[in-house]
């Protein structure tokens, strides 16, 4: 992988930018040519972590029409055509902070199965998990909430209402906030990406097994 530079506090300003094209053009030249890296060196790595050849999608952000996009990300899923049906992981920023993500969004058919994967080993589940990390009901909104202040309950909350709403998402990672110092360097930050990685692949094999 090319030495990856971090992220600069101007790449969390071009959610500042007013209008579509203006935003989109800042997203292609600061931010995406920093994830098609990233991509380089993640797609092999989590690849290796699940046993699934993993491909990367680079948000193109391509039916907009008004609104410039809030946030921003790559993706990374066991299907070449697409991600979002599937399982998947992101790294994204918005305009606050920079998110990772293990993903279960909205339009996957495998929601009950991996609800119920994830109920049936729920200790499991919290214990792999670090206190420190988020959860999130919905890749839509910023906010997430930590491990440590959900609790069992709470995370078994959110795993019930993802085989129960038909719009329910889980999502679970670290976010890191965009004045934090290691966003700036590139080799401790990818470190911390991998670390996080290794966690968020172990909660993806729990979630695609059905014993």
Known sequence: MPTFPGFRQEDFDVFAIDGLDARMDA??????????????????????ATGDEMFTHIAKHARRTVNPPADTWVAWANDKRGYKKHPHFQIGLWGTHLFVWYAVIYESPSKEIISHAFNKRLDEVIAMVPEHFHWSPDHMQPASTSQKELGTA????????????????????????????????????????????????????????RA
Not at 179 to 206: C, M, N, Q, W
Request: aromatic residues 6%.
């Open 27 to 48: 997203i292609k030249t600061n931010i995406r040519p920093k994830f098609e890296v990233l991509s380089q060196h993640f797609a092999p790595f989590l690849s290796v």
């Open 154 to 209: 709470g995370v078994k909350k959110l795993v019930d209402r993802l085989a129960q709403v038909k719009k329910a998402e889980l999502l679970c990672g670290i976010t890191i906030d965009r004045h934090d110092p290691i966003l700036a360097d590139g080799e401790a930050l990818v470190g911390r990406l991998e670390e996080t990685f290794g966690v968020l692949s172990k909660l993806y094999a729990l979630g695609n097994s």
